[in-house]
């Protein structure tokens, strides 16, 4: 892509801190990936000494990618492009003694979380599980210590959770385990009080280029900022109009304080988009205007005026669900050349899903929804990667528990609590414990025989994981334990092979991982802890139309977008006006205006059934503040019908061959 005379200015700005903002769909990311090669062709910047970070490993691969087609393979080997997530187990890999912990630390995801705070709580609630998960993330985001918590909590419940925060912590600690919080919380920390540490990393990072900065939270801000020090060589790209992630603790005051703690920083407006036509940017740019702004920006494009943006108006749920069923019908076979992966239907909350899956299966149109189950939190793969974590350190006492009982080997509760009580009472984790005479006989013949047995064969393949290759290790390792078995017998039917095969696809991307990367098994499993989904896993592009909630859309763009359920108390959402974030749920609009390339959809529903009772919706205030020369209402009293006539006769033709094939 040929760059545009901002961006281009953006690429070569070296003279001090930068901030580039960037509108929906501008080209941010040949920005960045182009500032790299002009920092290490141009600048003459070691390859080793610059980073870019951003969010997801989706993002973060994306800028690999297009980095590789810049520079040489060793130069790109060099570079660090890496989640905020990646960069801190990076430091504290490195720096694991420094903050009591062992170099072979263990990752706990959120599943393994909300073990440990389901014991702690004694409930296994999910909505008090998640409300107290999302709380301790808050406050570790704030750096505030459990103690702080406590003296700051506003009522009984936050009394009880900054109890639960310091009990959290001290499990933790006891199996030498980080969260995903930690990852940013203590190597920040670290180099703040630790000088001689904070100069290491800065001279090994010293150029940074920051995706997303709309999006950091207190705590990525301040490590940052640590590892820019004074001189401030930095670009920093963001946009504060696609700031959406208040709720897990994104601070759009970030942008602002960049400019007072660089008050040289230079701003570059990229306000030319490469996506949307004319009029789907004028409804966007009208919308946000009814926000304070931080920087005025107004996105525009080279792509032509374009169609209506039509507002339908349905009576209920369902009829919603079937008019977008059949418009995507109709526009799919009236042009040849359409797909129906040029779709997406975007809504406020998952909980809308339903009905829209229902209308899609009746009218026969496949759909994929983005946001399900990650693979990586399948139980099958969970259970594999028990050994890997415990193989990689034998502390890990969620790992152990795990793998000791998993495939059932004889092991069950009584015999995992008196291992607990004998680790805690000596102060060991429970694959120590389970190695002393004293605990072992604690336990009757046959669970000591268990016991004894697995540790036998865990020794062995400790042994092995250093020096065999990776995939053939993992083969041997499930022949071992019979684990295609153990899930052929757990599960009835088809159940137990589906399984099976994601344990298969798995072993087979470790195996390509280590070939790839020379890692020993030990190594890929330290990589994993932070994946949420295979990386360069081999999927086959299903023609199907995408369905997703509006913060998953962010970053992604479609031919065709429906925006659904706009309505008052559904987008904007209920809460989220009550609670005075009005100026977020219009930001979240503004994001899912701008996934549209060619023709947008926006519908609402005359009334819903909530609680088994028909309550009247009023139509989403951000309808009312699209230009009326750019909507197209249909549905409503004294406008045109939801449904052309061209589209009728589609839908009656398209009804006689399902009746005939039937």
């Not at 690999?64 to 080997?77: F, H, M, N, P, Y």
């Not at 004998?422 to 009757?444: E, V």
């Not at 990589?527 to 962010?554: C, F, P, R, Y």
Request: aromatic share 8%; proline share 3%; hydrophobic share 40%.
């Amino acid at each position: 892509m040929q760059l545009n005379q901002q961006q281009q200015q953006a690429v070569l700005y070296l003279d001090g801190p930068l901030l580039v903002l960037a509108g929906a769909g501008s080209g941010k990311t040949s920005v960045i990936t182009k500032k790299i090669a002009h920092l290490v062709n141009h600048a003459h910047y070691p390859a080793h000494q610059i980073a870019a970070i951003t969010f997801t490993n989706k993002a973060a691969k994306e800028m690999q990618e297009r980095v590789a087609g810049l520079l040489s393979k060793q130069q790109c080997q060099q570079l660090t492009v890496s989640t905020f997530h990646s960069l801190g187990m990076r430091i504290l890999r490195e720096e694991a003694p420094l903050v009591g912990l062992k170099k072979k630390f263990s990752i706990f995801d959120s599943g393994d979380s909300a073990k440990i705070l389901q014991e702690l709580l004694q409930t296994s609630g999910k909505d008090a599980l998640f409300r107290a998960q999302q709380c301790i993330s808050l406050w570790k985001n704030a750096f505030k210590t459990p103690e702080q918590a406590l003296d700051d909590a506003a009522n009984e419940w936050e009394k009880q959770i900054a109890l639960v925060y310091a009990s959290y912590q001290e499990t933790l600690l006891a199996y030498q385990a980080v969260d995903f919080d930690d990852l940013i919380r203590i190597p920040t920390l670290l180099l703040q009080n630790n000088a001689e540490v904070r100069y290491k990393w800065q001279s090994r990072l010293r150029y940074l280029l920051v995706d997303e900065c709309q999006d950091t939270n207190e705590c990525q801000y301040a490590l940052l900022k640590l590892l820019i020090g004074s001189d401030g060589k930095f670009t920093a790209v963001g946009d504060d109009d696609q700031s959406i992630y208040a709720w897990r603790g994104a601070n759009l005051e970030n942008l602002r304080l960049l400019q007072q703690d660089y008050p040289n920083m230079k701003v570059i407006k990229l306000e030319q988009n490469y996506r949307s036509t004319s009029r789907i940017l004028r409804i966007a740019n009208k919308v946000i205007s009814h926000n304070p702004k931080l920087f005025e920006k107004k996105l525009w494009s080279e792509y032509g005026l374009g169609e209506m943006v039509q507002v339908l108006a349905c009576k209920d749920e369902e009829h919603e669900a079937d008019t977008v069923a059949s418009k995507i019908a109709f526009l799919k076979n009236s042009h040849p050349n359409v797909k129906l992966s040029d779709f997406a239907i975007l809504y406020r909350g998952n909980h809308q899903a339903k009905r829209f899956e229902e209308a899609l299966r009746s009218s026969r149109l496949p759909y994929k929804m983005s946001g399900g189950q990650s693979f990586f939190d399948r139980a099958e793969i969970k259970d594999v990667m028990a050994y890997l974590r415990l193989l990689n350190n034998p502390d890990d006492d969620p790992a152990f528990i795990r793998a000791i009982t998993t495939p059932k080997r004889g092991i069950g509760e009584s015999t995992l609590t008196r291992l607990n009580e004998f680790a805690r009472d000596h102060n060991l984790s429970l694959y120590q414990a389970a190695q002393q005479l004293g605990a072992l006989s604690t336990l009757n013949s046959r669970a000591k025989q268990d016991v004894q047995a697995f540790m036998l064969g865990f020794a062995k393949w400790q042994d092995l994981a250093e020096h065999q290759d990776a995939g053939d290790f993992l083969w041997q390792l499930l022949d071992e334990i019979h684990y295609e078995a153990h899930l052929l017998m757990l599960e009835e039917g088809k159940a137990g092979e589906i399984k099976w095969r994601n344990v298969v696809e798995l072993q087979r991307w470790i195996a390509n991982k280590g070939e790839k990367d020379g890692k020993n098994i030990l190594e890929v499993a330290q990589t994993i802890a932070l994946m949420t989904l295979l990386e360069g896993k081999d999927q086959e592009e299903v023609d199907a139309v995408n369905m997703m909630t509006l913060h998953a859309s962010k970053g992604l763009e479609f031919p065709c977008v429906f925006l659904v359920g706009c309505e008052e108390g559904v987008f904007p959402h209920r809460d989220s006006v009550d609670e005075g974030m009005l100026d977020e749920e219009r930001r979240l609009m503004y994001v899912g205006i701008t996934r549209a390339k060619r023709q947008l959809f926006v519908t609402h529903c005359v009334k819903r059934k909530k609680a088994g009772e028909w309550q009247f919706m009023p139509p989403s205030r951000f309808i009312d503040e699209m230009p009326s020369d750019d909507i197209q209402i249909l549905g409503r009293k004294n406008t045109a019908p939801i449904v052309s006539k061209a589209e009728g006769k589609s839908r009656l033709s398209g009804m006689m061959n399902m009746l005939k094939d039937k």
